[in-house]
């Protein structure tokens, strides 16, 4: 997120990297990075998309108290 404010209808983009603790091209990562978005900010079904902008399948959303929480 760029700006501190954003207007109730203005869509944002978020990116979420995750970094490899073992830099290998030949090892195989089998995980999911799970982020926890503001109060207010409510994630886009289909518009998830990997480093060089293939789609992703939709994520599994679960609504919490704090905020939303998103996981792969």
Avoid: C, F, R
Wanted: net charge negative.
């Amino acid at each position: 997120m760029q700006a501190p404010l954003y207007l109730i209808d203005q869509d944002i983009e978020i990116k979420v990297s995750g970094i490899p603790t073992v830099p290998n091209n030949t090892t195989s990562y089998d995980s999911a990075l799970n982020t926890t978005l503001p109060k207010g900010v409510i994630y886009q079904t289909g518009t998830s998309t990997d480093a060089k902008g293939n789609a992703l399948p939709d994520l599994q959303i679960v609504k919490n108290p704090v905020g939303t929480t998103i996981s792969s």
